[in-house]
């Protein structure tokens, strides 16, 4: 951290320093708010928010004294959202999180609504209650019926109102049953808690019970009367739905017969007389197919003329199989008789003709049996292409049949849905007469309501505890906006932030008290002049404390103004100008106690008093002074003519107008003669102080600006406003840009620690007892 700009450095104790013109950092705390600067705050604030916390906890204890108490009575009531609907099927069914919610939140509304409180005030006569406006009617309720009548709103009030409403008591009993009941739902869950507020604890617990009994009445009657709408509902729909269903039913009879559709078994007829037909001509083509393979075999034994023994096996005919026997045997017999006698015996001629005879029998015999098996075929074709025929008629029928049925599933459809509807309702109408015939509603009571043993209200200990917080809001309020709107400069860090330059320290304003201390005794060996225009510097006066004082705190942050206009300057006379915003800040103070410590110091020092609009400094230091400054400026006397010793110091003091006034000081300081005085003075002093006009309302700083090397801004703490400062800087850059400390004056040191923490570190004696004249 910068050691220029560390908080924890002695306020006064200047470190080595930048030029003037160096850009000042922002001094830390100046304008933060922290836990340290609002601790401060609420200390020298301290009587806006002891006020305010003692004004706030009086109103609260006038307002437990005066306030009657209140008693507050508490039940309970249980809600079950799992409310059976018309058609449900079943006892209950789970809600949806939406519609439950909803559902909560309208019973909490039933329970507020003006309906119970009506019947409370009825059931309980609270219309004859004074606590409830009994023969003395609020003057709110009077102004309501006034601004009502007037608007023209009476006839509306009194449809939405029920009948006992229409006595202006009832009314007001009502609205004061619904001010003094809540109602809320216990965190997330259904019950509901009643609390009932009265002067009385028996009255307060009789009204929070009547609350519960009459919703659970109202739940009652409301339930009852939606049951009875729903029976006389369900009936008529039943009869409805029931002839809508016979209407149906008829329909579907009536469709079946007219387009032949029988069922059998649960199929169709056509479906059974197609999957007959069906078969029976699979069954025909199959023997067709068997035939047809008989007659070629048949036919290809005929054209071959070869029966033989397989041939014979394979007709299965019992005169061939004879004929083939007959012929094997008259060929063995044939070929016995060829073998013994030879081919031309007669014998076997004969047996060879009637092997012939044999085999044209056995080939007619195939023949005959050809022409059989080709009837068979053109029976079995013929078979085949009637079923045929007949499978194709099927065909037509079945799909005739079915399109049929299409429009008879839409009439079986809407016959059985009047049917299911007709026994859905049958069965709701059968549940809604048993739920009409039993008093159970949808609420229960848990806890029932008792007469408190204590008040609610006022509570003491929280009505002061909020008085107190109230008292230290306010207060808290009030000292901020004070502390807001006060735009004086309190803090060392406020004037570096405003002047971009050092505050070297701050000057208490017991400073210009008298005080006891070691008195400062001349140099040894400096000459204290022994004729001419000889002064002393007031021994009890501000304008020599610093010489007077030299070990005090105030002479430290004079040395600290010396440090920092020598760190700033390259060598040679230093012209110091000493300037402030406005006048009484204590410039020419500040002024003559640096000019005093610095001749004292062994310094050749010329203080000259530039305020020409009002020599303060002259009037004090001088009083008998006839000439000075603007007689040497218009040349009617010579520098060291007027000039004035402090015999104590060897300090030189030029005088500014002692008798004379001009009303154009700023052409007589920023003339030749002006220039002759300066470069005079600086030929023969090492430094050359100037006590100037405040800049923020005279020019005369400005103009003399020329002749000064560095300026010294001093600030009255507590009066000066920073914005003042400011902007005066900003409309006198010739003193901004040679500007080289600052300085705080007129402190309160008490109240000093409460803007600044670390000022009452540097104020406090235990410090300075070893170094300073505390």
């Not at 006839?155 to 009948?163: A, K, L, P, Q």
């Not at 069922?263 to 069906?278: E, I, K, M, P």
Request: glycine share 6%; net charge neutral.
């Amino acid at each position: 951290m910068n050691p220029r700009t560390s908080p924890d450095r002695p306020m006064n104790v200047l470190p080595p320093l930048p030029t003037r013109r160096t850009p000042m950092p922002q001094a830390e705390g100046a304008f933060d708010i922290d836990l340290v600067s609002l601790i401060a705050m609420l200390r020298r604030r301290w009587r806006w928010w002891g006020a305010a916390m003692v004004l706030c906890i009086g109103a609260g204890i006038f307002y437990i004294a005066t306030t009657k108490p209140v008693y507050t009575a508490s039940a309970s009531l249980l809600i079950d959202t799992r409310r059976p609907t018309l058609f449900q099927q079943g006892a209950a069914s789970t809600p949806d999180p939406i519609t439950d919610v909803a559902l909560v939140e309208s019973q909490l509304e039933t329970l507020k609504s003006r309906r119970i409180a009506d019947a409370v005030v009825r059931k309980l006569q609270l219309n004859l209650d004074e606590e409830y406006g009994a023969g003395k009617p609020s003057s709110f309720g009077l102004l309501r019926r006034s601004i009502v009548s007037m608007l023209g709103l009476g006839g509306s009030e009194t449809e939405g109102e029920s009948g006992s409403e229409t006595d202006p008591a009832v009314r007001d009993a009502i609205d004061g049953v619904m001010k003094s009941t809540s109602v809320r739902r216990a965190g997330s869950s259904y019950v509901m808690e009643i609390e009932a507020r009265s002067s009385s604890p028996e009255k307060a617990a009789r009204i929070a019970n009547e609350v519960v009994n009459a919703y659970i009445a109202d739940q009652l009657a409301f339930r009852s009367e939606i049951l009875q709408r729903e029976v006389t509902w369900l009936e008529s729909r039943i009869d409805s739905l029931r002839d809508r269903a016979d209407v149906a039913d008829r329909r579907v009879q009536e469709f079946k017969v007219d387009n032949n559709i029988v069922d059998a078994n649960g199929r169709l007829l056509v479906d059974q007389q197609l999957a007959d037909v069906s078969t029976q001509l699979a069954a025909a083509r199959a023997d067709t197919a068997q035939t047809k393979a008989r007659l070629d075999r048949v036919q290809q034994i005929a054209q071959s003329r070869q029966v033989d023994e397989g041939v014979s096996e394979a007709l299965r005919n019992e005169v061939i199989t004879k004929l083939r026997q007959q012929l094997n045997e008259v060929s063995r017999r044939e070929a016995e008789w060829t073998s013994r006698y030879g081919p031309t015996h007669p014998a076997a001629v004969n047996l060879r003709t009637e092997m012939a005879s044999l085999q044209r029998s056995i080939q007619e015999e195939v023949t005959r049996i050809a022409e059989t098996y080709r009837s068979e075929y053109e029976i079995a074709r013929a078979r085949e292409a009637s079923l045929e025929r007949s499978l194709a008629d099927q065909f037509k029928n079945t799909s005739l049949v079915r399109q049929a049925q299409v429009r008879l599933r839409g009439y079986e459809s809407t016959a059985e849905t009047y049917r299911a509807l007709y026994d859905s309702f049958l069965q709701k109408y059968l549940q809604t007469l048993n739920q009409q015939t039993s008093p159970v509603t949808e609420a229960r009571i848990i806890t029932t309501a008792t007469p408190p043993s204590g008040k609610s209200w006022p509570k003491s200990t929280i009505i002061l505890l909020g008085a107190s917080s109230a008292g230290m809001l306010l207060g808290f309020s009030l000292a901020m906006g004070r502390e807001m709107l006060d735009r004086r400069i309190r803090t060392t860090g406020q004037v570096e932030q405003i002047t971009n330059v050092r505050c070297v320290g701050s000057l208490p304003i017991t400073a210009t008290r008298g005080r006891t201390g070691r008195r400062l005794l001349p140099p040894p060996d400096k000459a204290v002049p022994g004729d001419g225009l000889v002064f002393e510097l007031p021994a009890d006066g501000a304008a020599s404390f610093a010489v007077r004082h030299p070990y005090s705190q105030f002479a430290e942050v004079i040395r600290a103004l010396k440090v920092a206009v020598d760190l700033g300057h390259s060598g040679g006379p230093k012209v110091i100008g000493v300037v402030s915003t406005f006048p009484n800040e204590g410039k020419s103070t500040v002024a003559a106690n640096f000019a005093g410590l610095l001749a004292h110091a062994g310094a050749q020092v010329l203080l000259i008093d530039g305020d020409l609009r009002n020599s303060d400094l002259t009037r004090t230091l001088v009083p008998n002074a006839e000439h000075g400054l603007l007689d040497v400026a218009h040349g009617e006397r010579s520098l060291p003519d007027v000039l004035w010793v402090d015999k104590v110091t060897g300090l030189h003091f030029l005088p500014g107008s002692p008798t004379r006034r001009s009303p154009h000081t700023s052409e007589s300081l920023a003339g030749e003669g002006m220039e002759r005085v300066m470069t005079a003075a600086q030929s023969v002093f090492d430094y050359v102080i100037m006590d100037l006009s405040p800049f923020g309302l005279i020019v005369d700083a400005q103009v003399v600006s020329r002749f000064v090397s560095d300026f010294i801004l001093v600030t009255e703490w507590g009066k000066t406003s920073a914005s003042a400062v400011s902007k005066a800087l900003a409309n006198a850059p010739e003193i901004q840009d040679k500007l080289a400390a600052a300085v705080l004056n007129k402190v309160n040191v008490a109240q000093f620690g409460s803007y600044d923490v670390d000022a009452s570190q540097y104020h406090s004696s235990r410090y300075w007892s070893k170094y300073v004249d505390a």
